[in-house]
């Protein structure tokens, strides 16, 4: 089997999927795109993805069999500068957990948490 990164792909768990879009499009200034669900059990809307570049794409995600919250896996999204999204999570209905702090030299992170009760980072290298 060829090597390849840990993390394939990654789901976001969501209790109400209007509110859910609208956060993250308000914090990132990206639109999210209907994706289907061949079981068609669940709703998903995808973030900008392109299977051919590095790291991973991924959905919000509303489901019968798993729910949002804090303490589970964190996803790290990543962004130009975290400050400039971190400046956008709380009037979009998030909240800030830990601002933009060092990881040395990998970068810079931002914890918060989105409206649905997720706690997400977000990555970036200035």
């Known amino acids: ?9 990654f789901d976001i768990y969501v209790n109400d999927m209007n509110r859910a879009v609208s956060f993250y499009e308000s914090v990132l200034k990206q639109k999210l795109e ?3 669900d061949p079981t068609g059990e669940t709703q998903m809307m995808s973030f900008p993805t392109d299977m051919s570049v590095y790291g991973a794409g991924g959905a919000l995600v509303k489901s019968n069999y798993a729910r949002p919250g ?6 790290y999204l990543s962004v130009e500068d975290c400050a400039v999204e971190e400046s956008r999570v709380t009037s979009a209905g998030g909240k800030v957990i830990r601002p933009k702090f060092s990881i040395g030299e990998f970068g810079w992170v931002t914890l ?3 409206t649905e009760g997720n706690m997400v980072g977000l990555s970036s290298m200035k």
């Not at 089997?1 to 792909?9: E, F, Q, T």
């Not at 804090?70 to 996803?75: D, P």
């Open 112 to 114: 918060l948490e989105d």
């Open 70 to 75: 804090v303490g589970g896996t964190l996803v």
């Open 34 to 36: 209907p994706i289907g």
């Open 1 to 9: 089997m060829a090597k390849s990164n840990a993390v394939g792909w």
